[in-house]
């Protein structure tokens, strides 16, 4: 895996081949940062990465200034490798040990941009929870977004606050957006 861009650009990094992950291929990460980049400032922005795995996304956004990035993941060994990995670079990321359902049926700080990359083989209703939980407990700023990544197999449009999708590969980023 490897930074993109930012203060970090170029950098190689490679997670512990016990993790239960599939981390964004470099093509759609690039892609959905050229999106996202045409939207955000990102040194003035908040960022949620949920199921953040080894924590690729968290890591593109800290690298290209976001002040404060909250990785959300339930596997120990993920956690301890973004704690590490943040502190080895100096970036702002904040990992928290939890389930990501549990944790979104508490309510807390909202966000400008929030990412989710579930594990693809979960139902398409666990996907859909998410995206109710987030908008129902107020988790996205006004203007703020939500990105799902899932299986090109997998079609989210019909859910409230879905505004577009975009394919890369195998990989779909579904987008939703706080009505304001």
Same mark, same amino acid.
């Given at each position: 895996m490897r930074i993109i861009s930012g203060i970090h650009k170029g950098r190689r990094l490679t997670a512990p081949k016990n993790l239960p992950v599939r981390p964004t291929t470099d093509l759609a990460k690039e892609s959905?940062? !050229?999106?996202? !980049?045409?939207?955000?400032h990102f040194d003035e922005i908040t960022v949620l990465d949920l199921f953040s795995g080894t924590g !690729?996304?968290?890591?593109? +956004?800290?690298?290209?200034?976001?002040?404060?990035?909250?990785?959300?993941?339930?596997?120990?060994?993920?956690?301890?490798?973004?704690?590490?990995?943040?502190?080895?670079?100096?970036?702002?990321?904040?990992?928290?040990?939890?389930?990501?359902?549990? +944790?979104?049926?508490?309510?807390?700080?909202? +966000?400008?941009?929030?990412?989710?990359?579930?594990?693809?083989?979960?139902?398409?209703?666990? +996907?859909?929870?998410?995206i109710q939980l987030i908008f129902k407990n107020s988790w996205v700023e006004p203007n703020g977004m939500l990105i799902i990544e899932h299986s090109k197999h997998m079609d989210l449009s019909s859910q409230p606050n879905f505004s577009q999708a975009r394919k890369y590969g195998g990989s779909v980023f579904s987008f939703f957006q706080q009505n304001t």
């Open positions: 959905l940062f !050229n999106i996202l !980049n045409n939207n955000y !690729n996304i968290s890591y593109e +956004f800290a690298s290209r200034g976001v002040p404060g990035v909250l990785a959300v993941d339930a596997h120990y060994a993920c956690i301890q490798f973004i704690q590490k990995t943040a502190e080895m670079l100096s970036l702002p990321i904040t990992p928290v040990k939890s389930d990501v359902y549990k +944790f979104l049926e508490g309510s807390g700080k909202s +966000f400008d941009v929030i990412f989710a990359d579930p594990p693809y083989d979960l139902p398409q209703d666990q +996907f859909e929870a998410i």
